[in-house]
């Protein structure tokens, strides 16, 4: 009887155990940054930064002429995209520190789409952004032609996450309805530059 | 239950030494030095323009230090409401043995309802029209045992300059902070 009691303490305890590691959330989850919700066209302030999405445009081919001049020679390179580009053309002010958008992504229906890499120097996933001082630039996402209209896409998130994810800390993060987006030929890329200094303390 | 008492008191000074021991040396491996920098950052060493300070292994003089006021992109590059910061440093060794880590920051600490604010050196500051001179660093490199002139820049809201400090973060045998007014 005692010897009962105890194999089946055992494999209730073993039991437990197992649906508590089944179920419990992942290190990344309980330190995920929380996100703060804005719309195109307002400031959208997160402890780190303060975002202002000017436009959100989708187009099969980049235009980077803010880094090739072609009277020097420097021709652009190829940037038709066999899907299609998220180009996202933003103003940015850090608050306390300097930061960067290194891993922005587009979320689309759990789907995470990280930055490209494509742009030229100075781009805005690479640029540092000082505390008080305005950056204005374009992020963009290469993202497959049939994301753009897949279920989900109506409620796509712009999140804009630092390279150094932070834990427990607000990110600024935009919901747009890629669906209703026209896809253009071309669009505009704008090069990262810094374009005020007057944001003040709180950015 | 009598085996066990028996095992107990025949290990009891062991286990009593790795009770003690293992606390102590997670102390000595992980708190003595979250202390230290703890206590670095509230105590910094503050040393004042022109004045040479010694901390593990470098002599460390802010030689200069200047403010360009932004008039706009079309006019000067920097943008209006901002300022380029300049901090110029001497760093020589001392012939002891150097830190291991160095970093260096702008900080204004001059509204005390808000956290501090920091800035990084700029990586390209000719993006601002500022060209740094042939064989100066941007960032301090304490694993170079040779004397070293630092050129920091700085993009910062206009009037930061005037309450900013240039503050550097040394590790190794300890760790200090050490805290330049610019002024």
Redesign the interface.
């Known amino acids: 009887m005692n010897r009962l009691v105890r194999v089946l303490t055992v494999a209730g305890l073993l039991a437990v155990g197992g649906v508590a590691i089944a179920t419990a959330p992942s290190d990344d989850t309980i330190v995920a940054p929380f996100l703060v919700r804005g719309e195109i066209g307002k400031p959208i302030g997160s402890r780190l930064a303060t975002v202002v999405v000017s436009d959100v445009g989708v187009a099969r081919e980049l235009d980077l002429s803010y880094a090739y001049d072609p009277d020097f020679g420097e021709p652009a390179p190829d940037t038709a995209s066999a899907g299609v580009w998220i180009v996202v053309s933003l103003d940015v002010t850090a608050?306390?520190?300097?930061i960067d958008f290194g891993n922005a992504e587009v979320r689309i229906a759990g789907v995470r789409y990280r930055a490209s890499t494509v742009l030229p120097d100075?781009d805005l996933p690479t640029f540092?952004f000082?505390?008080?001082?305005?950056v204005r630039g374009s992020i963009v996402f290469e993202l497959p032609a049939d994301a753009v209209r897949s279920a989900g896409a109506e409620n796509a998130d712009l999140v804009f996450l630092p390279r150094l994810v932070p834990a427990l800390d607000t990110v600024a993060t935009v919901r747009v309805d890629l669906r209703t987006l026209p896809v253009d030929d071309v669009a505009v890329v704008e090069g990262a530059?810094?374009?005020?200094?007057?944001?003040?303390?709180?950015g | 239950m009598t085996r066990r008492r028996e095992w107990l008191r025949r290990n009891a000074a062991a286990l009593a030494t790795v009770a003690v021991l293992l606390p102590a040396t997670a102390f000595v491996l992980l708190g003595l030095p979250a202390i230290e920098v703890a206590d670095s950052v509230e105590n910094p060493r503050l040393v004042s323009a022109g004045e040479t300070v010694n901390d593990q292994g470098y002599d460390y003089t802010l030689t200069g230090s200047t403010e360009t006021v932004?008039r706009g992109?079309e006019a000067n590059r920097i943008?209006?409401?901002?300022?380029l910061v300049v901090a110029r440093f001497s760093v020589e060794p001392d012939g002891t043995e150097p830190a291991e880590l160095c970093d260096v920051v702008l900080t204004d600490r001059s509204?005390p309802s808000?956290?501090?604010?920091?800035?990084?050196p700029?990586?390209?500051p000719g993006?601002?029209g500022y060209v740094a001179d042939l064989g100066t660093r941007n960032f301090c490199n304490p694993a170079r045992d040779e004397p070293q002139t630092l050129e920091l820049v700085?993009?910062?809201?206009?009037g930061?300059y005037s309450t900013a400090t240039v503050d550097f973060s040394i590790r190794g045998e300890s760790s200090t902070l050490l805290r330049f007014a610019l002024r």
Do not use: K, M, N
């Not at chain 1, 000082?130 to 305005?134: A, K, L, M, Q, S």
């Not at chain 1, 530059?193 to 709180?202: E, I, K, Q, S």
């Not at chain 2, 943008?79 to 300022?83: D, E, Q, T």
């Not at chain 2, 700085?154 to 206009?158: R, S």
């Open positions: 608050t306390y520190t300097s100075p540092a000082d505390p008080g001082v305005t530059h810094a374009v005020d200094g007057r944001a003040g303390r709180d | 932004g992109v943008p209006l409401g901002a300022s509204d808000t956290s501090e604010r920091t800035w990084r700029q990586i390209s993006t601002y700085f993009l910062t809201p206009a930061t």
